[in-house]
């Protein structure tokens, strides 16, 4: 049993972030089938990732911003605004499911794609400046409450949604079950306990609810979920949380 989470673990941190944790036979099984995974590779990552929010009393707020902002994609990668950039030319373009359907598996970057991906790069910026003006408990408190908050929007994804086509979402979604989303949800919350509950909680509610814009739009214009769907909800889910967050912290 043991060994089967610390599969779904390593194969968590392979598949959502850049940090070397090698795979091994197994991994991504016990992985797509274990969605307690997402919230612990959301912390491990928004640990990480919230290393230059350290120096926010010592470095100016763009620094910090700028630092935060390369530390984010070098834990976790790029390859999650694919799905923002399919998703962005998916908005765009005129017609009906099938038709957006046939705009998310089509290579060709858009206008519509290259908008999504800066917007979604300039508002994690600008979260990275909110969180730099922060005391640095509350800042910290904010960021991993994002990053597990998103991946707790991603494993509601895997146990609540519904696959629209064969791919990397249908196999979330058939790993998981609505039960299994007991687990996922006492992880999340057993992280958000320290340093700063009550902003931890704000910034994980925020990425959840932020998690829930493209699947609401997933689900009404392409009759459901897939692969992209997963990694627009990553990156829109992390900025919900942390301007939620600040904006907390801002009127207390």
Not at 31 to 51: D, H, K, M, Q
Not at 86 to 94: K, N, T
Not at 166 to 175: A, H, N, S, V
Not at 181 to 201: E, M, N, R, S
Request: proline content about 4%; hydrophobic content about 55%; charged content about 10%.
């Amino acid at each position: 049993m043991i060994g089967r989470w610390l599969g779904a673990v390593r194969g968590a941190l392979g598949f959502l972030t850049r940090l070397p944790v090698g795979f091994r036979d197994g991994d991504w099984e016990a992985f797509r089938t274990t969605p307690a995974a997402f919230p612990i590779a959301g912390l491990i990552s928004g640990v990480l990732a919230a290393v230059p929010l350290l120096a926010t009393e010592t470095l100016t707020a763009p620094t910090i911003a700028l630092g935060y902002l390369l530390a984010v994609y070098a834990v976790i990668g790029i390859h999650h605004l694919d799905g923002v950039a399919d998703l962005g030319d998916a908005l765009v373009v005129h017609g009906g499911q099938e038709r957006r359907r046939e705009v998310l598996k089509d290579t060709t970057t858009g206008v519509g794609a290259l908008l999504s991906v800066s917007i979604t790069v300039a508002a994690l910026a600008l979260g990275g400046l909110g969180l730099a003006g922060l005391p640095v408990r509350a800042a910290i408190a904010i960021a991993v409450g994002a990053e597990v908050g998103t991946k707790l929007g991603m494993a509601a994804l895997a146990c609540f949604g519904t696959a629209v086509t064969e791919g990397m979402g249908k196999q979330f979604t058939d790993g998981a079950t609505a039960r299994s989303f007991l687990a996922p949800v006492a992880i999340a919350l057993a992280t958000i306990a320290v340093p700063q509950p009550p902003l931890g909680a704000v910034a994980l509610c925020g990425a959840v609810a932020g998690v829930g814009l493209p699947w609401y739009w997933a689900n009404r214009n392409l009759g459901g979920i897939n692969g992209d769907i997963f990694g627009a909800a990553n990156e829109i889910g992390r900025i919900a949380g942390i301007h939620l967050g600040v904006i907390a912290w801002t009127l207390s």
